[in-house]
């Protein structure tokens, strides 16, 4: 039996693919009763706690909001660690920072259970389309025996070395997705203040060196349209991922200027009042003037 913990915004819609594509019943748990309740999809069988998960399933999926949540149900009371059986496997499709999926993986390790992080990239709707990007970092042993259910979610699946390296491939990954983004929404201001049409605009951007995808899904579908709904990849979020970048980059000994704009950005969304909307509107504080009050800082807050 499979296991799945967290079915929030990506991790209802993954689990759902997992429970109908898989040939295994899936044993799901959410903190939340409202969101363990919405989840009827056949095969999924709701559990009472993270420990009923782990006494039934031999490989547990997360999909948490971030590092304290992993932690939490990894090692916290009732955790993973303390009732998975030996020859069990965790695959962390969160986000969370590089020294936590180590640390993970040295405990699991210790206890003869297998470990791999594998946090996921794109957009709700490829969550619910089952065409996720996932980054694996895992042994080559963990990757063979995990792969086929993570086809059940991703359509590209990327082993990108030991444990760990996926959690820092998606941090790479966010860091430059998060600067398209600032630069889009600086673009989108311009194009404002030169009366250029920003339906031409952007579909001009996207047939030149400016193209991205970060152009045809978060500018085109979201800033074009200014909708930013919430339940989608949040402000909150957002800021969490890129401090962890931050983070990954001062362990490198660089200090990331890009992103630390960007980190400035959110925060500015976030004071704003936009915490829970999608993040893309960033783009708001932008075109109201928020770029001009002052440059990224060097000192997280």
Same mark, same amino acid.
């Given at each position: 039996m499979l296991? @799945?913990?967290?079915l929030g915004v990506m991790g209802a819609p993954m689990c759902r693919n997992l429970a109908a594509k898989s040939r295994d019943e899936v044993r799901a748990f959410d903190s939340d009763l409202e969101a363990l309740s919405? &989840?009827?999809?056949?095969g999924v069988i709701p559990a009472d706690? %993270?420990?009923? %998960?782990?006494?039934?399933a031999d490989i547990v @999926?997360?999909?948490?909001p971030g590092g304290p949540h992993v932690q939490a149900v990894c090692l916290g009371a009732g955790s993973l660690l303390t009732h998975l059986r030996p020859g069990s496997c965790v695959v962390d499709l969160s986000t969370t920072p590089v020294n936590l999926a180590h640390d993970l993986n040295a405990r699991f390790s210790a206890r003869g259970i297998q470990f791999a992080d594998?946090? %996921?990239a794109r957009t709700r709707e490829a969550a619910k389309d089952g065409t996720l990007l996932a980054m694996v970092g895992a042994s080559d042993r %963990? @990757?063979?025996?995990?792969?086929?259910?993570?086809?059940? &979610?991703?359509?590209?699946i990327v082993l990108c070395g030991g444990p760990g390296s996926g959690q820092a491939m998606k941090l790479? +990954? +966010?860091l430059v997705l998060f600067e398209n983004v600032v630069a889009l929404a600086e673009a989108l201001a311009l194009i404002g203040h030169a009366g250029i049409d920003p339906e031409r605009a952007f579909e001009t951007l996207s047939r030149g060196s400016a193209d991205s995808f970060a152009l045809r899904n978060h500018g085109m579908k979201a800033m074009l349209k200014g909708s930013y709904p919430e339940r989608a990849f949040s402000c909150e979020y957002a800021l969490k991922d890129i401090r962890y970048a931050l983070r990954l980059g001062e362990e490198a000994g660089l200090f990331l200027s890009g992103a630390d704009n960007a980190k400035e950005m959110i925060k500015r969304a976030i004071r704003a009042g936009y915490t829970k909307e999608y993040f893309p509107a960033l783009a708001k504080v932008?075109?109201?003037g928020g770029a001009a009050k002052g440059g990224g800082k060097k000192k997280d807050g």
């Open positions: 296991g @799945f913990i967290g919405q &989840m009827d999809q056949p706690s %993270v420990r009923e %998960v782990a006494e039934r @999926f997360l999909s948490l594998a946090p %996921v %963990v @990757f063979a025996r995990i792969k086929p259910l993570l086809e059940c &979610m991703a359509s590209d790479i +990954n +966010n932008i075109a109201a």
